[in-house]
């Protein structure tokens, strides 16, 4: 099975980036330190550095933006918000800083890596985080789980979604909310 995740690993870095195929994102879940349990999900530290490499990431000295762009999550269960931790994809403790990260809980995911027109998936930036998602299930939630990017339902698993820049994108499991969100107001200069 280590021959399958580095045989992808190559591919994957192969294929010019970040992105992720189908094939990649099936190992996600089986990553050290992946949770599936129940909400909150501060960011997982204690295995990060073995997720990395299998996740098509690597650890920055600072902030990259020859790619440089965001995009924002929201996660509903049962009609409530679930925060999306600071911090994920940035460790303090050993001293460096990924291409997907979050600075804060506002939800907005920092794209910024060294290479040209690199491209990552939600699957990835959730996997980074440690928690455990396919097309059923987002941590120990599995009733119902439906996706939305820009408002607009989407089919088949969120993992292999590619960020795009400005994108919106709500996992909602269970009872939604009144309103799914089809826009995030970014800050200046995001």
Known sequence: MLAAIVIGVIVLRDNGGGSASAADVA???????IRKTKAPWPPEYEFLADRLLPLGLTTLPQEAVTTHYHSHLDIFVNGKKVTVPALIGINQGAGYITELHTHDTRGVIHVESPKANDHFTLG????????????????AYCNGLKWYVNGKQQTGNPQIYTLQSHDEVAIVVGTPPKNIPSSYKFLAGE
């Open 124 to 139: 990835q930036f959730v996997a980074e985080w440690g928690v455990f998602l396919n097309g059923q299930c987002i941590g």
């Open 27 to 33: 190992t996600y879940n089986t990553l050290p330190g």
